[in-house]
């Protein structure tokens, strides 16, 4: 049973960096684009960025133009894990962040919400003063 699990969310201050991690289970990891997704309180989900699987060998890549520039998502593997690093962090980048998983072989990943069959539970970030 595909199982993603998110972690790393806090409270952290404008300026500030924080990493969080998502891990796949159930599933062979190599089959699947992961996609990073949040939502901010009263206002829908927005994408947030994607990574295309491993056997696609295409090290693809794409973010959401708020966060281009300041975020990077990275994949492990070794440890069935995805990253989302993110750095200069707004108070606007607050929200539960969420994973999500698609079984996307060959092709680019994409950022479309609907696209996502498996979501994690979400881990909140906070970014406040």
């Known amino acids: 049973q595909l199982r993603l699990v998110e972690s790393g969310g806090g409270l952290v201050q404008p300026g500030d960096s924080l990493s969080l991690s998502c891990v796949l289970s159930?599933?062979?990891?190599?089959?699947?684009?992961i996609g990073w997704f949040r939502q901010a309180p009263g206002k829908e989900r927005e994408a947030v960025s994607c990574?295309?699987?491993?056997?696609?060998?295409?090290?693809?890549?794409d973010y959401g133009d708020s966060v281009r520039d300041r975020f990077t998502i990275s994949k492990d593997a070794g440890k069935n894990t995805v990253y989302l690093q993110m750095h200069s962090l707004k108070p606007e980048d607050t929200g539960v962040y969420y994973c999500a998983a698609e079984r996307r072989r060959y092709n680019p990943c994409r950022l479309s919400q609907s696209d996502y069959d498996y979501w994690g539970q979400g881990t909140q970030v906070t970014v406040s003063s």
């Open positions: 990574i295309s699987s491993v056997v696609s060998r295409l090290d693809d890549t």
């Open positions: 159930g599933v062979t990891f190599d089959n699947y684009a």
